[in-house]
């Protein structure tokens, strides 16, 4: 090992031997630092780092992952040991012989679940982040033909500073929106040189792989714009870039704002004078001018909150909540103040869950003050095509996503005490209607499924409560509880089915013709597969205080059994909410 860090140019370093052909580490620097080594073993070489230039301390650790899965976890219990010193900066570099997501790999048999789950849970523990890459997607590769090939992004570099994903996703941006149109070309025009080329197995294998990653390299692009556009309408199979192209920028021309009038006539062209102007419009619409005495008012006001709404409304918030208001934001709408879109939020909630929760609910109760992110991006918007003042103006606010999470679950309280007109709507004839839910169990990954299947008089015709294991997420959970619902109508022998649930992109997702390749294609896929057996099956989606009895069929399941099936009939406790669910739908 030494030979080799030598040959490389280290010529300081630390090496642990190999065991007989396989294993051996070696880690080397130059000798502008000071290096100390705290710990070493046949899988980590952990060392404290003093830069010479101005004397700062960070921790750098090589490592090496167990490639045996049955051993993979004494790994991570190994990295766990290692963080004891939390105030200084840490890198971990090497190869963990792992992956955090499915879409991490392509190829092969499915990675399981718990795995990457443990993985997961030691970078939580751990407060370690990924800070991204640079170059090839896939860092591992095996097989050479398009049948055996799988392909693997094995984790090497992580750190816990979560700002350097700020920084990361900017310079990535940044270098792909310069390099994109020359990656385009430059595989374009090796495509041709290799169509070119006699048709033996290499040649064929490098055009495959050249029009899979033009292809992917396409798809970015058309997403970009689409994007960029607001046009989500695109049909499967399109090319509607140069289209995207020249709405994202006609839209930009029109938006643009080259003067703004105050309330005296005066005309302002500069950026900071504009925006002055509308800040004080602001300032002015939102400021509070005193209030008189209301009691007048509210003399004639009948009182509507009972005491046990008021307890309701005013209990402790829960982590469900902000994650339930989390997972309602548009993904791809835009930033907040941290320059992070929602989508960022939801797709690592595992990582960043529990602060963010921890942060909202401390503002919720008045024990945190929102000062350090209660700041607000003002764009204006042109109501017509040449605006002079403010009233000419849409103003729209984006605010830090913390405030996002933090305000819905206050409404969704209010709302859930207004009187609302939300009984279940029966199916017309020959139809009957699935409704399914789930009750996600973070926690553990479990999920709970209900599913009530109903005739167009409401009458129960079947049942089901069923516990599921190794469910990733809350979407996977409602995809699999829509999945139970169409078993149960088979099993029973209906052939006209309304499968119905609260889910909307489950819903969605079912309702799409287009190839899903999300996290939970293959329950969409399976769902979809279990549909074609129906003579004729539509899927629907309802608020969730519409499916009230299937909700509560996954909440009220605690049977140490894993599942449980009723035939024209339910729980006495769910009959009895269904006969007060029960609605004729009039309108079929």
């Known amino acids: 090992m030494a030979n080799i860090r030598r040959f490389c140019g280290y010529q300081n370093g630390i090496d642990v031997s190999s065991e007989g052909r396989s294993g051996g580490l070696s880690m080397g620097w130059k000798s502008s630092c000071v290096v100390t080594l705290r710990s070493y073993s046949n899988r980590h070489i952990d060392v404290l780092i003093e830069n010479d230039s101005d004397g700062k301390k960070w921790r750098c650790t090589g490592f090496y992952g167990a490639p045996e899965e ?14 004891d010193l939390p105030n200084i900066p840490w890198l971990i570099i090497g190869d963990f012989n792992e992956i955090l997501l499915a879409e991490e790999k392509r190829g092969g048999l499915p990675r399981n679940i718990r795995q990457m789950e443990d993985f997961r849970f030691m970078l939580e523990d751990c407060a370690l982040t990924d800070i991204g890459f640079s170059g090839v997607w896939f860092t591992w590769e095996k097989g ?123 005309v302002f062209t500069g950026e900071d004078e ?20 209301c009691d007048r008012i509210l003399h004639g006001v009948d009182k509507r909150i009972t005491r046990e709404m008021n307890m309701e409304l005013t209990r402790e918030f829960s982590n469900e909540e902000i994650f339930v208001a989390v997972k309602s934001m548009n993904p791809l709408k835009a930033a907040g ?33 929102m000062a350090t992110i209660n700041h607000t991006h003002i764009v204006l918007i042109p109501k017509n095509n040449d605006p002079k003042n403010n009233l000419c103006i849409k103003k729209v606010a984006v605010d830090h996503h913390a ?20 009984n279940w709507v029966a199916p017309s004839l020959p139809f009957v209607k699935i409704n399914f839910d789930s009750h996600f169990k973070q926690e553990a990954f479990t999920a709970v499924s209900g599913v009530i299947i109903r005739d167009n008089n409401g009458h129960i015709l079947g049942a089901r409560s069923k516990m599921n294991c190794h469910i990733a997420s809350s979407f996977a959970a409602e995809a699999q509880a829509a999945i139970n619902g169409l078993q149960l109508a088979l099993d029973l022998g209906f052939r006209y089915v309304i499968l119905e649930g609260d889910s909307l992109s489950v819903i969605k997702k079912l309702k799409s013709e287009k190839d899903d390749f999300s996290e939970i294609s293959a329950l969409i896929w399976d769902a979809k597969q279990l549909s074609r057996a129906f003579s004729l099956c539509q899927f629907r989606f309802t608020p969730r205080d519409s499916n009230k009895v299937a909700h509560a069929m996954a909440q009220e399941w605690t049977s140490s059994s894993s599942e449980g099936i009723w035939i024209d009939g339910a729980p006495e406790s769910i009959i009895t909410l269904a006969a007060a669910d029960r609605k004729q739908d009039v309108s079929s």
């Open 274 to 293: 504009m925006g002055s102007v509308a800040k004080k419009y602001f300032e002015d619409l939102l400021a509070s001018k005193g209030s008189s005495n």
């Open 337 to 369: 103040e941290d320059g992070l879109g929602a989508l960022f939020y939801q797709r690592f909630w595992h990582i960043l869950g529990k602060d963010v929760s921890e942060f909202c609910i401390s503002v919720l109760k008045g024990e945190t003050s």
């Open 403 to 422: 405030l996002d999470a933090h305000n819905p679950p206050k409404t969704d309280r209010m709302k859930s005490k207004l009187p609302q007109d939300t």
């Open 144 to 266: 050479r033909t398009s049948v055996n090939n799988i392909r693997e992004r094995k984790r090497g570099d992580l750190l816990n500073r979560l700002k350097r994903v700020c920084k990361g996703l900017d310079k990535w941006f940044r270098r792909i929106k310069r390099d994109k149109n020359f990656t385009i070309q430059d595989l374009e025009h090796k495509l041709e040189r290799l169509n070119e080329l006699h048709p033996n197995d290499e040649v064929l294998g490098d055009i495959i792989d050249t029009k899979l990653a033009l292809n992917i390299e396409l798809d970015k692009e058309e997403l970009y714009w689409e994007q960029r556009a607001r046009s989500n309408w695109l049909r499967n199979g399109d090319r509607n870039t140069s289209f995207f192209h020249r709405v994202a920028s006609q839209r930009r021309r029109k938006n643009r704002i080259s003067s703004l009038e105050n309330d005296d006539g005066d």
């Open 70 to 83: 049955q051993r993979r976890m004494e790994s991570w219990n190994l990295i766990r040991r290692l963080n």
